[in-house]
């Protein structure tokens, strides 16, 4: 199935919304269950169980507690699959209705769930399975993005111009797919302590990150990917040989597609080379701790330093309403890409990542160009506004941009806006979606997309947490 699939005013019954995977109804007409029935989910956990039974007891807000209750566990109830293989954990996710894990989205969709982990042995074991799954995925192949279950299964983009092989489902070299599985083992160890998942597998993972890493900073040459893909999509393909368009090297990673899938247009895609720099420096700060390949750790924070060094020099212009602002794309060579995509890493989830402070005055520069109509991307209608992107096409806002942007507000009452419009805009379905029509919610792509639902579950529970009165 391809992620670009659109359903256009969408009139479903509880039965259809997730192709079978929902349970019927057996609540109230407004508020139906939707939520997978108990017996048919993929994994229970106590702590997330006990988590929603708060949040609904807590928040005087029906609605808002019918939503949290569907889509926090959606990744629990329907994406997991958890074994044991050889002693040792393994688990598979996949990103919704897509048969195929993301580096990216398995991550992101088992996040929310980190802080509970202490409290949930058998949840702790399934993110352990996530990392030793990722770092399997990484040695099989690093540019790759998207994974199957078993390295025998032949996918749709078998044909794609590249080093394709059976067990991946796409190869679109993103720096991201290499970041996530970091922040994803970092936390883990940092909720835990626990670091018997950073075994010789994963730490030869890390290896091939930095070389991959390397590599693509193409100092001397375009390095050993290339992508092209037969396709009437345009941001399918990488122009000029598969290579992508020209940079001048400047220790920037090259990344020729987005978080979106799309392809970049100027291949150093900045709140990426953000996102690597962090990801190195909890790389290094994992590896001494456990003592393991300190040269590793060392080129670790060296290429840190060196890509911070670089976007202090190359990610900065002078936007004339704006002032100084971060790109979001640059080629080395002074030309300057000033938008936002939806997907994370984008330019407004940078404090999110933990790459720069959300104090950060160029940082909040920012922030307001792309969340205002000098950011070609970012769409408002009758039913909300926010950022969305290529991939979807015009007039379509991601309600992950949405919770991103409530996500990393400090204000009560944009936070306050991002939840009132998230509470309008799930067109009846009871589940968070990849994007809506800025003037009719009814008009969707994606209704079972874990990563969305699972994000905004955390959103919800941090504004439960932080600031609960907005909440009702």
């Known amino acids: ?139 099989f192949d690093p540019y790759a993005n998207a994974f199957y279950k078993e390295t025998t299964k032949v996918g749709e983009w078998k044909d794609d111009v590249t080093d394709m092989k059976p067990g991946l489902h796409e190869r679109k070299w993103e720096i991201d797919s290499l970041c996530y599985p970091i922040r994803l083992g970092y936390y883990y160890w940092k909720q835990t302590g626990d670091t018997a998942p950073f075994d010789a597998n994963w730490q030869e993972a890390m290896r091939l990150v930095v070389q991959t890493f390397r590599e693509q900073q193409r100092k001397t040459g375009p390095g050993p990917y290339k992508f092209e893909r037969r396709t009437a999509w345009a941001t399918d393909g990488v122009p000029l040989g598969g290579y992508g368009y020209p940079v001048k090297p400047n220790g920037l990673i090259c990344s020729m597609f987005r978080p979106s899938d799309d392809a970049t247009i100027y291949p150093y895609l900045i709140p990426s080379n953000f996102f690597a720099v962090t990801s190195l420096r909890q790389m290094a700060e994992l590896l001494t701790a456990i003592r393991a390949n300190a040269p590793l750790a060392t080129e670790a924070r060296s290429m840190a330093a060196e890509v911070e060094t670089a976007l202090k020099q190359h990610a900065i212009t002078t936007h004339p309403r704006f002032g100084k602002v971060y790109a979001y794309e640059v080629n080395g060579y002074g ?138």
């Not at 205002?372 to 950022?387: L, M, V, Y």
Request: hydrophobic share 40%; aromatic share 10%; proline share 5%.
């Open 1 to 139: 199935m391809n992620r670009r699939t659109f359903i256009q005013n969408t009139a479903l019954t509880t039965a259809a919304l997730a192709s079978g995977q929902f349970a019927t109804a057996r609540s109230s007409a407004d508020y139906p269950t939707v939520r997978v029935a108990a017996a048919q989910r993929n994994f229970r956990s106590e702590a997330v169980e006990q988590t929603i039974a708060a949040v609904r007891k807590g928040i005087n807000n029906p609605e808002m507690a019918w939503l949290f209750e569907n889509c926090f566990p959606n990744t629990l109830d329907t994406t997991v699959e958890h074994t044991m293989d050889g002693g040792k954990p393994d688990t598979y996710v996949i990103t919704g209705d897509i048969d195929a894990m993301w580096l990216r989205d398995s991550t992101a969709q088992v996040w929310p769930y980190l802080p509970l982990m202490k409290g949930d042995k058998p949840l702790q074991q399934l993110v352990a399975g996530v990392i030793a799954r990722q770092a399997r995925c990484i040695r």
């Open 335 to 472: 030309s300057y890409n000033l938008m936002d995509d939806a997907n994370v890493p984008s330019l407004l989830a940078m404090p999110y990542l933990g790459a720069v402070a959300v104090s950060d005055p160029i940082y909040q520069n920012t922030r307001r160009l792309v969340l205002s109509d000098e950011n070609p991307f970012f769409f408002k209608g009758t039913a909300g506004e926010g950022i969305g992107g290529p991939h979807a096409g015009m007039d379509m806002i991601w309600p992950m941009s949405i919770i991103i942007r409530g996500l990393t507000s400090t204000s009560d009452a944009e936070i306050r806006q991002c939840i009132q419009t998230l509470q309008k805009i799930h067109a009846g379905t009871g589940f968070m979606h990849e994007s809506f029509h800025k003037n009719d919610p009814s008009k969707f792509t994606r209704k079972w997309f874990a990563w969305a639902n699972t994000l905004f579950g955390e959103f919800i529970l941090k504004t439960f947490n932080e600031r609960r009165a907005l909440l009702s």
